[in-house]
């Protein structure tokens, strides 16, 4: 695949303060842009990252008609370079596309731009371990009208920035509400696509529960409001007397994550009892009381594995494992960030290599 490239003639890297890169501050120094118009993506290329003129009646801004996607590169401890399952990451964008009307990415497009942005900015990968280059691919629908319809042309870019883990607690567990009348998604909704609508969505419930001292929402489902869904930003697991237990995506009103997935085959490969299925909150709370929900963790590309110390629901305040990481979340951490930085085998041939 050939794209053109423009370099930036004013690198942007010296501005970094390395120290506190917080997650997204940052943006490195180019993009990775490719145009959809006549009936197929063209105009692959490079180019610096700069302001885009839009018009007012863009459509996107009006109609939300837009998808994304999250992943990283990692420098390894031997030096090398790779992204972290970026073919999953293609696939779901493609499967995100179909829901919102947006014309499918080929995967060779996806995973290339992205091994061509990493190359060009390789310098901003973070040396600390721990430390990442976060890939944010992007497509929005670019017609300018006000009448409510697909748009015929649409924008996929790349843009990436120098990460540091998404809390700034670390690994340290975090404080979340479940949500008892705002719901995030339906069944027959939105909430298998990675769109910013269903961010929107959230955003309410998000800040109220802020402001009260919660870090995120557990969102229940939008029907019954007793199925557990997801947190939002993170797909949830919990261990109950031993079994790891995972909402099942069968519902379609959970995203598919790529760092679930990979939970998924770690479990299993290493012996764990682990079920994907519907579970309702009434569970959680029984398994509480009964002295049996051993740990509560979500998972997702920014914060790999989150351990959950306090789950709120209502009145009851549930602390889990004493507010303190468990076992099984602290292994699958150790595993999944042990593969990304290259320090133990990938031996489900996870890591994609990018080639200076
Ligand atoms: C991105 C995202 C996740 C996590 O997915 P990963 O591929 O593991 O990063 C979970 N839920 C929602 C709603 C998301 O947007």
């Not at 060779?108 to 992205?114: A, K, M, P, Q």
């Not at 924008?155 to 607690?169: G, L, T, W």
């Not at 670390?170 to 696509?193: E, F, H, M, T, Y």
């Not at 961010?199 to 489902?221: I, N, P």
């Amino acid at each position: 695949m050939k794209f053109s490239i423009t370099k930036t003639a004013s690198n942007k890297i010296n501005l970094v303060d390395w120290k506190n890169l917080g997650f997204g501050k940052y943006l490195s120094d180019h993009v990775f842009i490719a145009d959809y118009s006549n009936g197929s993506w063209q105009n692959a290329r490079i180019e610096p990252y700069a302001p885009m003129p839009i018009e007012p009646a863009m459509v996107t801004l009006h109609y939300a008609q837009s998808i994304f996607e999250g992943l990283k590169a990692f420098r390894n401890s031997n030096g090398g370079i790779n992204i972290f399952r970026p073919d999953k990451n293609a696939e779901r964008m493609a499967k995100s596309g179909k829901l919102l009307c947006i014309p499918e990415i080929p995967k060779e497009l996806f995973v290339e731009g992205c091994k061509e942005l990493v190359k060009i900015d390789n310098a901003w990968i973070p040396k600390e371990r721990g430390h990442s280059l976060y890939l944010r691919p992007l497509i929005y629908g670019s017609d300018n009208f006000l009448g409510v319809h697909a748009s015929s042309t649409y924008r996929f870019i790349i843009m990436s920035s120098p990460v540091a883990s998404y809390y700034s607690e670390g690994l340290n567990p975090v404080k979340i509400q479940v949500s008892k009348d705002k719901v995030r998604a339906v069944r027959g909704g939105l909430g298998s696509a990675k769109t910013g609508a269903n961010y929107a969505a959230s955003l309410y419930a998000g800040t109220k529960a802020k402001e009260d001292g919660y870090s995120q929402v557990l969102w229940l489902d939008g029907v019954t409001h007793e199925i557990v869904d997801e947190v939002g930003a993170m797909n949830i697991f919990f261990v109950i007397n031993g079994k790891i237990i995972t909402p099942t995506l069968d519902q379609e009103t959970i995203l598919a994550g790529v760092t679930r997935d990979s939970v998924i085959h770690l479990a299993k490969k290493m012996g764990w009892s682990l079920e994907e299925r519907v579970i309702k909150m009434e569970e959680i709370v029984q398994a509480y009381k009964d002295g049996k929900l051993e740990e509560v963790f979500g998972t997702g590309t920014a914060a790999v594995i989150s351990p959950v110390g306090q789950l709120d629901y209502g009145d009851l305040k549930m602390v889990i494992n004493k507010n303190s990481i468990g076992k099984i979340s602290q292994k699958l951490y150790d595993t999944i960030t042990g593969i990304q930085y290259g320090a133990m085998e990938d031996s489900f041939g996870w890591n994609v290599k990018v080639n200076l």
